[in-house]
């Protein structure tokens, strides 16, 4: 059964006075502010709307809104509480209020799916500046969840099902994440915590932080100009991609059982494996140096090369290419820079 409620819980009014007129008015007094038009402060009304939804039968939460963050939290309960923060900043409080009354959340079922929207006017008046609504949804662990905005960040934490993210301006965030994940931004970086399912993400602007204990499936991660660090403290068992157009490739691993492939454009790659290597790598960058460190038992092919820059292992050094064989044979290390130095360690 649903329950709504339109809640003042958390209702606000703030003026909202531009810095040159809060300038003029400190120096001059009113009559400045008046003179220059500012007579009129902008003002931001914001409330709280508060949705109970039975979870029986949901499998899917659908959720969008154009402009704010939105945060889903799993939990043991067998409801979703949707918790929608809507701001109006317009050119004094009546319009301000008029027009959030006008704004409104739909929450509705779509076979298995709850979808979860902002609707608002088609067209904005000119004496409204601003609108907004922010999620901070509650709700089963084991719901797939979709969500999308265009402005505002994304956080979503502790499920247990396949999560989509995106968003066009603004971080995501993704912790404790038992499913798969896709995370998609244009603007913000991208922080990944403990995500076991298969990870695609990407974002244009914006680094990307992945940290796991363990990595037992696949894992995309790209971004165009941002640095990409993942560290692991277990075992890697899926493929991993590391992908950036500009920006440091950072990655260190205890155990490497899967492939590893590293590409950067323009910055350093730096790779570490603590304990076991029994998968490939795979790293180029066509400006930047390149480290290794390996553990001193592990076997395996090296190819290394560099066009403008010098070699350094413990089984060979000088410059151009090197390709040899290290405690027998194994797994297979290709290492490629267009500019800049390769070295490996085994310490």
């Known amino acids: 059964m649903r329950k709504y409620r339109a809640t003042e819980r958390g209702l606000k009014m703030k003026r909202v006075v531009g810095s040159l007129a809060a300038a003029c008015l400190l120096a001059t007094g009113i009559g ?41 939290t799993g939990g043991s309960s ?13 050119t004094d409080e009546q319009k301000a209020r008029a027009f959030a009354d006008r704004v409104r959340v739909e929450v509705r079922r779509d076979g298995a799916t709850l979808v979860i929207r902002t609707i608002r006017p088609r067209h904005t008046p000119s004496d409204v500046e601003g609108v907004s609504v922010a999620y901070d ?32 301006n603004g971080a995501v965030t993704l912790i404790d994440i038992d499913g798969a994940a896709r995370a998609a931004t244009h603007n913000g970086g991208i922080s990944l915590d403990d995500v076991l399912g298969d990870v695609t993400v990407r974002t244009h602007n914006g680094a990307v932080s992945a940290r796991y204990g363990a990595v037992a499936s696949r894992a995309r991660i790209e971004s165009h100009n941002g640095a990409v660090d993942f560290a692991v403290d277990g075992d890697v068992r899926g493929a991993v991609s590391l992908h950036t157009n500009n920006g440091r490739i950072s990655a260190r691993v205890g155990a490497l059982r899967g492939d ?16 076991v290597l029994a998968g490939d790598i795979d790293a180029r960058t066509s400006h930047g140096s390149l480290r290794l460190r390996v553990p001193p038992d592990a076997g395996f092919r090296l190819e290394a090369t560099s066009r403008r820059g010098s070699i350094d292992t413990p089984w060979g050094a000088g410059d151009g290419h090197l390709d040899t064989r290290v ?15 390769v070295r490996v360690t085994d310490r």
């Open 32 to 72: 400045c502010a008046e003179g220059l038009g500012f007579a009129d402060i902008d003002t931001d009304i914001e409330d709280t709307l508060v949705f109970d939804e039975s979870a029986r039968g949901v499998e899917i939460i659908d959720l969008e809104t154009h402009n704010g963050a939105i945060r889903l």
């Open 78 to 90: 067998r409801e979703v509480e949707i918790v929608a923060t809507r701001t109006v900043r317009a």
């Open 137 to 168: 949804v509650q709700l089963p662990a084991d719901i797939e969840c979709r969500v999308q905005t265009a402005n505002g960040a994304v956080d979503i934490v502790a499920m247990h099902a396949d999560v989509d993210a995106e968003t066009h």
């Open 260 to 275: 590893l492939n590293v590409d950067t454009s323009n910055g350093p790659v730096d790779l570490r494996v603590d304990d």
């Open 327 to 341: 405690n027998g044979d194994g797994r297979s290390v290709k290492l490629r820079t267009s500019s800049g130095s």
